[in-house]
C-alpha cells in the first residue's frame, strides 16, 4: 500500500524548534519530488516547502525561508522538516504529500499521496 | 506568487444537484491547475490534474475545465459523500498556491 505517515508534531514555545518527519512506503521515494503542506486550524490549505529527487532544489513559501528546512534521506524512505524559531502563527497540521508528474510528458505536477498529518502547536 | 480566488466560499445544495465551483489564477497558469477534495479531520484527496483530467479512481460525476486564469470544478450530480472542502491549487510555478476553498454544505 502506497502510504506516508508524518510524526513529530507537539507542543513547542515560540521561538522552540520541531523537527517533523515523513515515512513513506509502498512506492519508489527517490523518484519523486515531495512537499510539506500546511492548515491552521479552521482555515486553508497553504504549501510550505519542496524538495526534489537528488536534494539539489528546495523551495519554501516566503513566511517560512530562513527559518524551517526541508530534506529527505531516500535510503530511509523519509522525509524532514526541520523549523526553528517557531511563531503563533506556525500552528498548524502539518502534511507530507508526494508530487507526481502527470498528463503531456510528464508536465503537470499534483499532490497525489497525503499523509495523515501531524499538529503542530506554538504557544506559551 | 500567484494568488489563487475560489468563488462561492460556500453553499448549500442538495442531493442530486449539479454544482459548478469556480477558481481564477491571478496570472496565466495554463493548465496546470489541481482540483482537491477534503472532509473534516482528514488529508485532501487529488480530485482533478491538468485543468480537465480525472485522477484515476475519482467517479466520472466530477469534472474540470478551464485554462489561462478561469477554471471550473463541477459536480454532475451531488452524492451525500460529495458534501466537503473543495480546493483549488495551481502548480504553475513555486510556491504552489492555493485557493481559499469552497465548502459545499447539506441545503
Known amino acids: 500500500e502506497v502510504q506516508l505517515v508524518e510524526s513529530g508534531g507537539g507542543l513547542v514555545q515560540p521561538g522552540g524548534s520541531l523537527r517533523l518527519s515523513c515515512s513513506a512506503s509502498?512506492?519508489?521515494?527517490?523518484?519523486?519530488?515531495m512537499s510539506w503542506v500546511r492548515q491552521a486550524p479552521g482555515k486553508g490549505l497553504e504549501w510550505v516547502a519542496n524538495?526534489?529527487?537528488?536534494?539539489?532544489?528546495?523551495y519554501y513559501v516566503d513566511s517560512v525561508r530562513g527559518r524551517f528546512t526541508i530534506s529527505r534521506d531516500n535510503a530511509q524512505n523519509s522525509l524532514y522538516l526541520q523549523m526553528n524559531s517557531l511563531r503563533a502563527e506556525d500552528t498548524a497540521v502539518y502534511y507530507c504529500?508526494?508530487?507526481?508528474?502527470?498528463?503531456?510528458?510528464?508536465?503537470?505536477?499534483?499532490?497525489?499521496?497525503w499523509g495523515q498529518g501531524t499538529m503542530v502547536t506554538v504557544s506559551s | 506568487d500567484i494568488p489563487m480566488t475560489q468563488s462561492p466560499s460556500s453553499l448549500s445544495t442538495s442531493v442530486g444537484d449539479r454544482v459548478t465551483i469556480t477558481c481564477r489564477a491571478g496570472q496565466s497558469i495554463s493548465r496546470f491547475l489541481n482540483w482537491y477534495q477534503q472532509k473534516p479531520g482528514k488529508a485532501p484527496k487529488l480530485l482533478i490534474y491538468?485543468?480537465?483530467s480525472l485522477q484515476s479512481g475519482v467517479p466520472s460525476r466530477f469534472s474540470g475545465s478551464g485554462s489561462g486564469t478561469d477554471f471550473t470544478l463541477t459536480i454532475s450530480s451531488l452524492q451525500p459523500e460529495d458534501f466537503a472542502t473543495y480546493y483549488c491549487q495551481q502548480s504553475y510555478s513555486t510556491p504552489f498556491t492555493f485557493g481559499g476553498g469552497t465548502k459545499v454544505e447539506i441545503k
Open positions: 504529500a508526494r508530487e507526481s508528474p502527470f498528463g503531456d510528458n510528464s508536465r503537470y505536477d499534483a499532490f497525489d499521496i
Open positions: 524538495i526534489n529527487q537528488d536534494v539539489s532544489e528546495k
Open positions: 491538468a485543468a480537465s
Open positions: 509502498g512506492f519508489t521515494f527517490s523518484s519523486y519530488w
